[in-house]
Structure formats: C-alpha cells, structure tokens
C-alpha cells in the first residue's frame, strides 16, 4: 500500500513539473526572436534620414528611415556600455540593458543628431520596453545608435523598403 501512495505522489509531482515547465515555455506573443546580434553586411552610399518610434501591443518598434532604395546593413546587439563610432566617448544610456545599432548608412549631413543626446523628435514616454534612445555618431558610412531598454529582451531586425526597423518585445 506504501509504495501505490508513493508511487501516486511522484506521479503527481510529475506531471505538475511537466504542466509547469509546458506553460513557461510558451513565447509572449509567439515571438520567438532570441537575443543575440543580429546583422546584415549590406554597404549603401544612401543615407539616414530619420528615426522614429512607435507602440506596439507586444513590441516597441524603432524605425530608420533611408534615402532611396537598395540594401542597407546593420548590426544590432546587446552591450554592456556604448560608446561613439569616432570618439569612443560614453553615450549614457537608463534602462536594464543597452542595445547598440548601427545602420550601414552615413548620417552627417542628412540627421541633425548631437552625440550623446536624447535623438530628435523622439519621445519615449509610456513605452514599455524603452526607456532611452540617443545618438552616437556617423563616421565611415556608419551611423550609431544607443537604446536603453527595460531589460535584456528578444528583439528582430528586418529592412522593408527604405527603412531598418528595430523591434524589441516587452517581455520573453
């Protein structure tokens, strides 16, 4: 009779385990992107010409805005600090973590970003998952970008048309 009770009582255990891990395993949103670096090795002599934000049910969504059509590359991924292409100076991020982007498009002449400022006509209030965006620098056809965000999440990178877009998921 011990070893039925015994046997019944792990045999619950188990499928409790099982029931549990089944539903942590399950994507927010059935997003599924991951958070490791994400490139494309594209060079374009277009250029960037805004940056924009939005909100999304399970996303934010940055967008980078090109001249022109044709391919573009970037490099997003999660650091521990960011600092300026040229300089190396800091660029001084809030949030949990720090993703750095850098689209394969000059900037310079075309964006009116100041390094290590909040990036123009962009405001972060009541996003979810962004907490800071500012500009770093463009040098050598590169421009770079520092986005403090809540933690360190999944996000994706997809070019569509003339613009780079950034999305980063509220939660895992």
Do not use: Q
């Not at 599924?32 to 939005?54: D, E, F, P, Q, Y």
């Not at 123009?120 to 770093?136: C, D």
């Amino acid at each position: 009779m011990r070893k039925v009770i015994l046997a019944s009582v792990a045999g619950f255990f188990a499928a409790l385990c099982i029931s549990v891990s089944s539903v942590a395993a399950a994507p927010y949103c059935g997003i599924t992107w991951g958070s490791g670096a994400k490139t494309s090795s594209a060079t374009t002599t277009r250029s960037l010409t805004n940056i924009r934000t939005g909100r999304h049910d399970c996303y934010d969504r940055m967008t980078f805005d090109l001249s022109g059509t044709g391919a573009t590359g970037y490099r997003v991924e999660y650091v521990s600090s960011v600092t300026g292409i040229a300089s190396g100076k800091p660029i001084h991020l809030t949030g949990g973590a720090k993703l750095r982007i850098v689209i394969n498009a000059p900037a310079k002449s075309t964006y009116k970003g100041v390094e290590d400022k909040t990036l123009p006509g962009v405001n972060l209030s009541g996003y979810k998952t962004f907490k800071s965006a500012k500009y770093g620098s463009s040098f050598e056809g590169k421009t770079l970008v520092g986005l403090g965000v809540r933690a360190k999440l999944p996000f994706r990178v997809f070019k569509s048309g003339n613009h780079v877009v950034v999305d980063v998921a509220h939660y895992w």
